[in-house]
């Protein structure tokens, strides 16, 4: 069976994008440095993933042979080279500070196309590497100059200096998604303050340098308007740990690389970052970039767990032949192709929108900013979501071998499916769908965009835009009914809303993709997935569509 070993290499349509996105020397830097990277994601890094699941797990040591408690977190030597050997590479770094090579800084794209490669053998590490872009988000936009002198070095740092990963403490036991629920109380203490309660699910406890905490100044305003954030180092300037103790490591699911944790406060030195009582908004704000990093992670395991399906249907026989001959094997491998494509296209197109608003020297209004939330609440839905069915399809590909952990598809299936948790599940998500509506009158804005991204489209296209043209009449009749009706009856329908709208956005994009890059197999493509996503009701297809275009989109000639 064929060994995938390199992901950016054998990803001609991530190397199509990135040449898209990206320019002049940046461009020739970023290929070189992803070529050589998604060599490592594919090898050595896959190869550690896997000890890291299955034997080599994250391990609290609350006592030392005294019986000292110590709280220490131990994680293997495999899963400490895939911290150095990715943030040396500039994942989190290069966003803030200059490439040494390029006397330019990076961006986002470049970022999220490592993270995309890195989420395909470890989307478990991927989680630090979110935590620690948010940190460097947070300290790099609102720390005063003290506090950033501390840290924020540490944070970007790429081997020039020790290295603090970040982290993002929210979940408290009460509260869960409710974070205006949240108790941990800031007390003033000289200059700075000090925490005392407890973070209930604590990721990347133990290996963070530096956790970004929302906790309630004494005297401040119930819920989440009282909220402040702090930046707070995991240990003492001498070593020892910053009134941290570590109650237990939660026994996760998936994720297993990451260690979380139950963890409680007691007198922790705490720096203020931004100003008193705005913590929710700056860690909203970073809830976006998280989401992003969410949706990076679905595509990268829905890449991971199609190439597995692809090529294990090319090399196992059943019946005397190929998995690849059988028909049925052939519409899921195409459609799996298909959706995979346009959904890496529509995030991608995201996060360019993403890094345009990010960056203060680029002019973007708010109806820009609005639009790109919005973007940001479906697509991490909806790729959440698929991430888990790309899993449960190539474990059903694989038959009894896909659920056995010898396969890296257990794995895919089990970090997958916390996607759909963190950083907001789908009723959360509609929520912030249905507050966008009414706050910025989102929906009208995305109707109008799509229909001028429709009325541009080439008229060879003209079949499909017509479908989605009726798609797109439909979320406009659920949006006016919703938009004149009571709140229970708007909260009812808001993942509908969503669910229609990642619809009628990705269908643009594939035929945006066909009309842009202009090849046959992209043609294919968009119109594989305009019917697999508008089609579904129809019970014969008499085009069958999928097995007349096999050989152009799965061809194992090809390199998709």
């Not at 990347?204 to 309630?216: E, I, K, Q, T, Y």
């Not at 991204?453 to 835009?465: K, Q």
Request: net charge negative; hydrophobic share 40%.
């Amino acid at each position: 069976m064929k060994k995938i070993e390199n992901f950016y290499l054998e990803d001609l349509h991530l190397q199509q994008l990135i040449r898209h996105y990206l320019k002049g020397d940046f461009l020739q830097w970023a290929e070189k440095e992803l070529s050589e990277f998604g060599g490592m994601c594919a090898g050595d890094i896959d190869e550690r993933a896997t000890h890291t699941d299955r034997e080599g797990q994250p391990r609290l040591i609350k006592y030392n042979r005294f019986g000292e408690e110590v709280s220490e977190i131990w994680v293997n030597e495999g899963y400490k080279k895939t911290v150095q050997d990715t943030y040396n590479k500039g994942i989190a770094g290069y966003i803030h500070k200059e490439i040494p090579a390029l006397g330019r800084r990076g961006n986002y794209l470049y970022s999220f196309a490592q993270g995309y490669l890195l989420s395909q053998s470890e989307p478990g590490f991927y989680c630090p590497v979110t935590l620690t872009m948010a940190t460097a988000l947070l300290l790099d936009k609102y720390a005063s100059e003290n506090v950033k002198g501390i840290f924020l070095k540490h944070v970007l740092s790429t081997g020039e200096v020790e290295l603090y990963e970040g982290a993002t403490f929210l979940t408290e036991r009460q509260g869960g998604s409710d974070v205006g629920a949240n108790v941990v109380r800031a007390v003033k203490s000289g200059t700075d303050y000090e925490l005392f309660g407890e973070k209930y699910f604590a990721s990347n406890s133990g290996m963070c340098g530096v956790a970004m905490v929302l906790a309630r100044i004494e005297g401040a305003a119930n819920g989440s308007k009282g909220l402040s954030l702090f930046a707070v180092p995991w240990r003492k300037t001498d070593g020892t740990l910053n009134g941290i103790h570590v109650r237990r490591l939660k026994d996760k699911l998936g994720v297993r690389a990451v260690p979380s944790a139950e963890i409680e406060f007691d007198g922790a030195k705490a720096y203020l970052v931004g100003e008193a009582n705005k913590g929710i908004y700056y860690m909203m704000e970073a809830l976006n970039l998280s989401r992003i990093c969410n949706a990076i992670a679905s595509i990268g395991i829905m890449r991971r767990t199609y190439m597995e399906a692809r090529n294990y249907a090319f090399h196992r026989e059943a019946f005397g032949e190929k998995l690849s001959h059988y028909p049925m094997i052939r519409e899921t491998l195409v459609n799996l192709a298909a959706k995979q494509q346009v959904e890496t296209s529509a995030v991608f197109r995201l996060v360019e929108m993403f890094d345009r608003i990010s960056n203060e020297e680029i002019p973007t209004t708010d109806d820009e900013a609005a639009l790109t939330r919005l973007y940001i609440a479906i697509l991490k839905k909806e790729s959440a979501e698929q991430a888990v069915h790309f899993s449960h399809e190539a474990i059903e590909m694989h038959g009894g071998n896909g659920y056995i952990e010898d396969f890296v598809l257990p794995r895919m299936l089990r970090d997958a499916q916390v996607l759909t948790v963190w950083e907001g599940t789908a009723n959360i998500l509609g929520l912030e769908v249905l507050r966008l509506m009414k706050k910025h009158s989102v929906h009208v804005l995305f109707v109008n965009q799509m229909r001028q991204e429709l009325d541009r489209l080439p008229e060879e296209h003209s079949e499909s835009i017509e479908k989605v043209l009726e798609g797109l009449t439909v979320l406009e009749y659920l949006l006016a009914k919703v938009a004149g009706s009571d709140e229970d009856t708007q909260t009812y329908h808001s993942k509908r809303i969503a669910e229609l709208m990642v619809k009628v956005y990705e269908s643009v994009v594939a035929l945006g993709d066909a009309a842009l890059f202009g090849d046959e197999r992209r043609r294919m493509i968009a119109e594989v997935f305009i019917e697999q996503t508008w089609n579904k009701n129809e019970w014969f297809d008499s085009e069958m569509k999928s097995l007349k275009y096999f050989e152009e989109i799965i061809g194992m000639n090809v390199k998709v």
